[in-house]
């Protein structure tokens, strides 16, 4: 780290930066319809981008009871960003009780998707291996790992049902 720091090229390169920031010649290559996004408080710019995260997540969500397991995982990757998206923003909102509320009905249906993705993905796995291996020890641990995630998902099912309900009622902390 100090050898690299140290380095002339790291010298050159934070010095050609700073002077291209101080002298904004990178606002050269935006169109100026999109300058004006430049200007604007970022408040403002957090609450459009975040508006439209949710919007796609609930579009995606549509018909979430009987959604097939790619769209469920289309849902769950839309989620991540929204997610993501507000972790970033958070300190713009800290303050409000409702923004730590709906990170936390995200975050909870966020993972309970992820429980699910991870039992069909794991049974991709074990089918290959049902396949390629000829035991009568490991076909019974796989019999025994898949009724294992039978028993998980029937039981996650009504919970994650009440996650996305939880997290559509989750009211937006950013003023819109």
């Not at 934070?14 to 101080?22: D, F, T, Y």
């Not at 089918?127 to 009568?136: A, F, N, Q, T």
């Not at 025994?144 to 998902?153: D, I």
Request: hydrophobic content about 40%; some cysteine.
């Amino acid at each position: 780290m100090r050898e690299s720091i140290a380095d002339p090229q790291t010298n050159r390169f934070l010095l050609s930066l700073g002077l291209a920031i101080e002298q904004q010649s990178w606002r050269n290559d935006v169109a100026s319809q999109d300058l004006g996004q430049l200007t604007e408080p970022l408040v403002k710019f957090a609450s459009r981008l975040l508006a439209r995260l949710e919007r796609k997540a609930f579009k995606c969500g549509r018909g979430f009871w009987q959604m097939r397991p790619e769209a469920r995982h289309k849902l769950r990757l839309t989620l991540k960003k929204l997610r993501y998206a507000t972790e970033f923003f958070l300190p713009l909102y800290s303050r409000q009780a409702s923004t730590k509320k709906y990170l936390r009905q995200l975050s909870r249906l966020q993972d309970a998707l992820g429980e699910t993705n991870d039992i069909r993905t794991s049974r991709t796995l074990l089918s290959d291996i049902r396949e390629r291996v000829d035991s009568p020890d490991v076909h019974r641990a796989i019999g025994v790992v898949t009724g294992w995630q039978g028993h998980l998902e029937l039981a996650g099912a009504d919970r994650l049902h009440d996650r996305w309900c939880r997290f559509k009622r989750a009211a937006p902390f950013w003023p819109s």
